[in-house]
């Protein structure tokens, strides 16, 4: 871990955060819980609920993972197959966004 993050973590701890064994879908820097709510130190980003990653992280995640398979997948069968399940997973993040 870069310097800056170990700095920005321990400012939380000092906060009287709680380091969480979740990590931030942006930086992979660990994420932090006060006041029941989930944030990251390192870039800002604030989650949801807490302590759970959400839906939408576990999605997110999901879809990471698909397109790095997207990106080295040579197989047409294969790739038509990972296309659509990278479809149906933004359909679900954007219905989680409208409600
Ligand atoms: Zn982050």
Known sequence: ???????????????????????????RGPLFEKDGKV????CGVRGGEAPDEGLEGTLRRKLEELKARLETEKDHEQL?????????????LRKLRST
């Open 1 to 27: 871990m870069p310097e800056k993050k170990i700095d920005k973590a321990v400012e939380a701890l000092f906060s009287g955060a709680r380091m969480l064994s979740i990590h931030c879908a942006e930086c």
């Open 39 to 42: 944030f990251c130190p390192t």
């Open 80 to 92: 038509m197959r990972t296309l659509k399940e990278i479809d149906a997973l933004v359909e679900v």
